[in-house]
């Protein structure tokens, strides 16, 4: 069944540690790659987008993910996370095969100490 | 920067109940959506639409659910008899295309009791 997963539920580290958060997809074809993040008491933001081109994107708040096709990855990354990045991450894809309705990974909690 | 607005932001009724939730997009996009969150669980998609018609929805959007555009501004979801099972985060969403960016609202929490 086509779908998304993230390999961590919940993430917990100090600030200045190194984040990467797993996320694969099980669509073919032509897909459009997002991270979008839920600070607490606020709405999902737009983190970054892949829809083609060089496959390392940045994003906002020094936030990077690279999509590695042989692999149907795109895990995020910051190299330095701040007590202000604890969120919830989510990943999500849409693809040509499902229509581009728009299809969410169980998200993953993460918790900077300061 | 223009942003997606629901109202309200907590509602709370009872079983059985009609249910309406307003979401205004953002101006110059043609694709809307509503998604749902229950507690715990993944965000999932409902339905979307365009051109005033519905273009595709989910299982879970059976017929106690509709949605309309009832003004060029407002988008709404309506629950027909709201079982409790629908509690839930609602968020609506808005694209240029189907295959662009969604940009999302701060959601309406509904409980049903």
């Known amino acids: 069944a086509q779908s998304v997963s993230q390999h961590n539920h919940h993430v917990i580290l100090s600030e200045a540690a190194s984040l990467e958060l797993g996320c694969n997809y099980s669509?073919?074809?032509?897909?459009?790659l997002f991270w979008y993040v839920q600070y607490p008491g606020q709405h999902l933001q737009l983190l970054l987008k892949?829809?083609?081109?060089?496959?390392l994107v940045k994003g906002i708040k020094g936030f990077e993910a690279e999509f590695i096709k042989s692999k149907f990855s795109f895990n995020l990354r910051k190299p330095s996370v701040q007590w202000s990045d604890t969120a919830e991450y989510f990943c999500?894809?849409?693809?040509?095969?499902?229509?581009?309705?728009?299809?969410f990974g169980a998200g993953t909690t993460v918790t900077v100490r300061a | 920067e223009p942003e997606v607005t629901q109202t309200p932001s907590h509602q709370v009724t009872q079983m059985g109940q009609e249910v309406i939730l307003r979401c205004v997009p953002i101006?110059?996009?043609?694709?809307f959506y509503w998604y749902r969150q229950i507690l715990g669980q993944k965000v999932e998609f409902l339905v979307s639409f365009y051109n005033n018609e519905i273009s595709e929805k989910s299982e879970i959007f059976d017929d106690q659910f509709s949605v309309e555009r009832p003004d060029g501004s407002n988008f709404t979801l309506k629950i027909r008899s709201t079982k409790l099972e629908d509690s839930a985060m609602y968020f609506c969403?808005?694209?240029?295309?189907?295959?662009?960016?969604?940009?999302f609202g701060p959601g309406t929490r509904l409980t049903v009791l």
């Open positions: 669509y073919g074809g032509t897909v459009n």
């Open positions: 969403a808005s694209s240029t295309t189907e295959a662009d960016t969604q940009y």
């Open positions: 101006s110059n996009h043609l694709y």
């Open positions: 999500a894809v849409n693809a040509a095969s499902n229509d581009y309705k728009l299809s």
């Open positions: 892949y829809f083609s081109g060089d496959p």
